[in-house]
């Protein structure tokens, strides 16, 4: 759904880029020459980031294409831009030789995540939000009087009204720069390749929107505040390899070698408490810490090496094995435990300074392994068979060391809560842990060609590991089935058929996560093309994902961490995520009635669902039994359609190309909780009336409509000379049940962004000149 929503966006704009029709039907006169597309767009002023989320539409003059080629007997050269000095640019090309070749892509990605977000916060560096000192004592002073009890949203937003009405307006954005180098060696008649290979990657601005938590200990009892602020990104990845490989008659030997380094030059984002203006040691439910830092992914690296030979038979026959070790590593210095000056380990040392840290940094390290063999062949006409082996092994191989405490657990920033090292977490904590895995899996397929009928079945069966996981082993195996028939001259028809199955052995009390629990899985296609006559193609296809994880336990009354004896398991109650279900229906027309136009059609309808359900137990106070249980029944519905056409209005003079498009996405998430649980009870029986599921429906649940309709017409003014001017609209909707209104503070102490990326009306009209050369 989200996918087919991307891909009509930049649709949208392709007829923008896209060089004339004219263009496109004529071959290069000569080897040399170039293209070149100057733009002119009357771009409205739309307040939402939606409009132009991972895109530029420029208002005014642009050049949305250019195009330099030139060949010859001595070299091939080529280079081709699209959307020159905009946000979304990108460059490709190439220059090869007889032994020599170098080639390169750069590629900009704008990612607009929101237009005027409000924020208290003033940014004093990078990744640094601060409060005025002197609003933050007065809003610390100010509540620290007010009862409990006159805490009411009422008096709050009184409050905080000049605050929220003096906020700073930020527009949270990034953007990905991507350039990749290759220069190769030999190739053509040599028996070698050799190729060098660059990477760089530098991301910038805001990567989304953090909803930073902080507690507050004041007079009258604790505050949450929850605050937003754009996610800071900076970071820089490069990558650099090597490959090479020597040619034989009956096959090669290659091996090539890459080395990665990631660093993140924006680790931390701290922002200020607005409700607390110094630091105070936490005792009796008051106190806590002036800021709160959290830190984002440590700098790290990594190298894989691997080698691999491929030998060549008669028959189309082919082996193959591949061996790939690869070391990651991670050894940045740690922060502190806390930023809060008033926290102190318990041996009694400053925790906001790293010498109160057990070490320095982390010094971390993994080693993986991946074994690829590989068999295929055509032993007698009509019969293919192909099998595989994968082996992927992954080793911790870190030096571990036992945390006695940490600042960040469930009071960030506010005490020091000591750690016991016990035996299901020798290290402190659960997350020190080992986690190695390794799967084993084999495939296998065998294919017959039956005249125009072809069948093919597949078998895998897999074998997984796990450490320090509840699941620590299983098996996953299937098979599937599949036909394709093909009638040369009006019909093919393409079905597939496959079910797997997978295990998992060990020991949980309320039921193993989902990327390791039991799980079965179902899926079906089936595609049929159909041409009547020459001028119509019609095209169906259906798709189906089906996943269920069965045998979840059922929950039961837990203390210490282990069941209470005596107390069974109450029906109806298992957790986690129990299903998941995808269909995909669409029908696809295309007409073609003469050789001066066509025109298409298609309609897409998308339905997808999923279930979780989560529940808890009382105490031994309460006498045990159901507390909460929370049941979510998402749905999405998608419908698209579409139609788009072209007429030569004269041939190879001018012509006239549209593509209308509308897709409408309806989400529901149905709620059910336990009436008598402490979710619903009390205080919400105003809401939900009794015996109607304990919960409200979200009705809009990401509820979104796109309408894209565009025209344009192509007119050949000269051999080489090309204008076109068109017109485009599109109205975009969304609702959603957290994002809706424009309150900075919908509920006590959350002090919300609310950028404008929501709904939006767009007409542009444009025009454009190419120049073929």
Known sequence: MKRAMTVTALVAMGILVASSFTAAQDAPATTSGGQITIGALGAPNVGSSKFQEYREVPKGISIPFLNLFSTTGDFDFNLTGHNVRQTDQRYNGWLNTKWFGIAFDYNQIPHNLGNDGHS??????????VINDSTQRALMS??????????????????????????????????????????????????????????????TGAQGVLGATMYTGLSAGTINVLTQVPDTLNALTQDFGVRGAYNFKSGNVHAAFNRSVYNNRAETTTVDNPLQAYDVAWANNTG?????????????????????????????????????????????PFYPYTINSAIFTGSGQPANVTSSLPQSSFNGKINTTTLNVSFVSRPVPGLGVRLNYRGYDLTNKTNRFVASGHAGGNSPERNWEVLTATSADPYGQATANVYDSATKRFKGSVSYDVGDLTLEGTFHSAKLTRTSREAESGKDTGFGLAAVYRSTDWLRVIAKFDGASRTAEGETIY????????RDTTRAAIEVEVSPTDTIDVSFSY???????????NRVAVASGVPVPGQGPYP?????????????????????????????????????????????????????????????????????????????????????????MRQKVDGLMDVTANETGTFYNPGRTTLIAAGQGGARDIDDWDDTRLTTITAQFDYNVAKAWTASFGYWYEKYDFADAY???????????????????????????????????
Do not use: H
């Open 142 to 203: 100010t509540i620290d009087a007010i009862p409990s009890a006159g805490r009411t949203y009422d008096v709050i937003a009184g409050l905080m009204a000049p605050t929220l009405a003096a906020t700073n307006s930020i527009d949270i954005s990034g953007i990905r720069k991507r350039g990749t180098t290759e220069v190769t060696f030999g190739g053509g008649s040599a028996p070698y390749d050799l190729a060098f290979t660059y990477m760089r990657e530098v991301r």
């Open 120 to 129: 208290i916060f003033t940014q004093a560096g990078e990744g640094v939000w």
């Open 288 to 332: 806590g810490g002036a800021r709160n830092r959290w830190i984002g992914a440590p700098d790290n690296e990594a190298s894989t090496a691997s080698a691999g030979v491929l030998f060549k038979f008669a028959r189309q026959t082919r082996l193959s094995g591949d061996a790939a070790f690869a070391t990651w590593t991670q050894n940045a």
């Open 572 to 660: 109806g109650t298992p957790s986690g995520l129990l299903g998941a279900k995808y269909d995909t229906y669409t029908v696809e027309f295309d007409w073609t009635p003469s050789a001066r136009g066509e025109i298409g059609a298609y309609y897409t309808y998308e339905k997808d669902r999923t279930e979780n359900q989560w529940s808890t137990t009382n105490a031994a106070a309460l006498g045990y039994g159901i507390n909460n249980l929370l049941n979510y029944k998402g749905t999405d519905k998608t419908d698209t359609f579409g139609v788009n056409g072209r007429y030569d209005l004269v041939p190879e003079k001018c012509a006239f190309v549209f593509n209308v």
């Open 739 to 773: 994002t809706s209104g424009t309150s900075l503070m919908p509920i006590n102490y959350a002090f919300m962004l609310k950028p404008n990326s929501g709904a939006y009306t767009a007409n542009v009209v444009y025009g454009k000149l190419t120049y073929r050369f």
């Open 543 to 553: 798709g189906l994902r089906d996943v269920k994880y069965p045998d979840r336990p």
């Open 511 to 518: 039921g193993f996560q989902s990327d390791e629990a039991k």
